[in-house]
């Protein structure tokens, strides 16, 4: 089984007014979808895709159908995912799928649990979201469970903050049978273990900022993550343009 790991792409038909002091990157970037399409191989067959948020930078129902619709046409596979903190929350249910979603393709469960808010960017895993969690990592089941959420729930990892209760869903993880879970959010690829869990943190199909001697610069620099899922192991392989084009320069956030 192979599947691609998407994440960040901060679509929006217009950018124009869009996204405050990132309003300079979204402006000078290149189409998300084009960046999608010189990193990936649409010659590859995958069994599904999923996008671990930020999929519409404020998106309508219209754009988040537009999006979903493109990536099952180019991949010709399910495309699940989750909502960021720059997606509209009501509008990506309406147009990709429900916060709390369940899909089975084939011998895999995927899960995506909800860690975006319109109280607090860094995330917060709500109560009703780790008891829904909990309920249906108890049911049994014969199929490799995948999780995925947008905000990083390890805060080693990034130097903005991780979701609010990561403590609470590790212990649910810890004593499920998931055999992977995968982030977005940070814009940075990561991997560690989470839960003992393998933990996947991709890049973003739109923009990253590094911080250069206390400046930050911003590039356009699309990297995803493609897996390959065994009956003894999964593997990893990024999957990034080799140019990295510099779009902001001193970014002031």
Known sequence: ????????????????????????????????LEQLKSV???????????????????????????????????????VIGTA?????????????????YVEEVKQVKIISFNSASNQNDDGIISEETISALKKELEQKTEKKIILITHHHLMQQQFVLKNAENSDKIEKVIKDSNAVLILT??????????????????????????????????????????????????????????????LLVANLKI
């Open 1 to 32: 089984m192979k599947f691609l790991h998407i994440s960040d792409l901060h679509y929006s038909n217009d950018f124009q007014g869009k996204g405050g002091s990132f309003n300079k990157v979204f402006m000078a970037m290149d189409n998300p």
């Open 184 to 245: 977005g959010h940070t814009h940075h690829f990561y991997v560690h273990s989470f839960a003992e869990k393998p933990y996947f943190t991709t890049g973003s199909v739109s923009f990253v900022v590094e911080n250069e001697d206390g400046v930050l610069n911003v590039y356009q620099e699309p990297l995803v993550n493609e897996y390959k899922v065994t009956d003894k192991a999964i593997i990893c392989r990024p999957l990034k343009h080799r140019d990295k084009v």
């Open 84 to 100: 960021g903190n720059h997606d509209n929350i009501p509008n990506f249910e309406a147009g990709f799928n429900e916060l709390f």
């Open 40 to 78: 990936t191989d649409r010659n590859k067959k995958y069994d599904f895709v999923l996008v671990t948020g930020d999929v519409c930078e404020f998106g309508s129902v219209e754009e988040y159908r537009k999006v979903k619709s493109y990536l099952e046409e180019l991949f010709a596979c399910p």
